[in-house]
């Protein structure tokens, strides 16, 4: 079982700049694969950084690529998301999830491949 909490969401003018964080709870967290995703007023969730238990791997979607940035610290049990240049149509909120299957690179990036989810965190990017 993975207990996920997600923060440092929050308001912030275009090309600012914030850094959200999830904690984990739980045994084999750094076993599991983690991921970002987002969900903006009547639209999907969708696919924002994923990384891999070792962080060996990444993959970040291309809306964000150069942008923001996935890292997970082992020892705290934490997976950050650091969110540069933000713009307006990055407004939404952002869930972090786990799962502990393999990493592959759809598995990453698919929502329906992570068992566990944080309740989120809102941000606004304003204009």
């Known amino acids: 079982q993975v207990q996920l909490v997600e923060s440092g969401g929050g308001l912030v003018q275009a090309g600012g700049s914030l850094r959200l964080s999830c904690a984990a709870s739980?045994?084999?967290?750094?076993?599991?694969?983690m991921g970002w995703f987002r969900q903006a007023p009547g639209k999907e969730r969708e696919f924002v950084a994923a990384?891999?238990?070792?962080?060996?791997?990444?993959s970040s979607a291309d809306s964000v690529k150069d942008r923001f940035t996935i890292s997970r610290d082992g020892a705290k049990n934490t997976v950050d998301l650091q969110m540069n240049s933000l713009k307006p149509e990055d407004t939404a909120v952002y869930y972090c999830?786990?799962?502990?299957?393999?990493?592959?690179?759809?598995?990453?990036?698919?929502?329906?491949?992570?068992?566990?989810w944080g309740q989120g965190t809102q941000v606004t990017v304003s204009s």
């Open positions: 990384i891999s238990w070792s962080g060996g791997s990444t």
């Open positions: 999830a786990a799962d502990s299957s393999a990493w592959t690179y759809n598995r990453a990036r698919t929502p329906g491949e992570y068992r566990y």
């Open positions: 739980g045994r084999t967290f750094s076993s599991y694969r």
